[in-house]
């Protein structure tokens, strides 16, 4: 699934939202590590990683080929600064479910990437058929949710141990989705 947009920020830069390649393997993967190192809100840490740059190109040139999945990432002054997916939840009765996942340098965060790479996973969502995509947020995320909301996805479930942070022992996790159709 191929998507490619630009769009202008709260601070007036431009930014580009793209699909990753597997050319940009080397800036996902310090991205990844980067964004797991920095909060406490994504599903493991740095130190979890156990992947490569050779893994990560294979990845990324598979999410590329992908007919309903797709891994964009968003480019400001040249740099990847943050990515996001979209990953189908199964087939046959769960076929019409697809899962969100998102992560942004926090250098970067609060300056409209977030709301931009959401809405670049929902409009792929929908091209790609699903009639549903779903995510899960740590409670304490409060910036996450709001955003989340004002987009219009909606709670529909809490699991109080969810994740089981090394600092601060049991995370809840809000279940939330937005129907496209």
Not at 23 to 35: G, K, M, P, S
Not at 115 to 135: D, P
Request: proline share 1%; glycine share 8%.
């Amino acid at each position: 699934m191929k998507y490619e947009k630009n769009v202008f920020l709260k601070n007036d830069k431009k930014c580009l939202i793209r699909n990753t390649t597997g050319n940009d393997a080397q800036e996902v993967l310090n991205v990844f590590l980067l964004t797991h190192e920095q909060t406490d809100f994504l599903s493991s840490y740095k130190d979890e990683a156990t992947f490569d740059v050779a893994f990560e190109k294979q990845f990324l040139t598979n999410k590329e080929r992908a007919d309903r999945e797709v891994y964009l990432c968003a480019i400001v002054d040249g740099h990847i600064v943050g990515t996001a997916n979209v990953d189908s939840i199964g087939e046959n009765k769960v076929g019409h479910r697809a899962l969100l996942g998102i992560a942004i340098d926090k250098d970067f965060c609060g300056i409209g990437i977030g709301r931009a790479l959401v809405e670049a996973c929902i409009e792929c969502a929908k091209a790609a058929g699903y009639s549903q995509l779903e995510l899960n947020v740590v409670s304490e995320n409060s910036n996450a949710i709001a955003l989340y909301k004002s987009i219009g996805f909606m709670e529909f479930g809490r699991n109080p141990r969810g994740f089981r942070s090394r600092y601060q022992g049991w995370q809840e996790l809000i279940s939330m989705r937005l129907e496209l159709d």
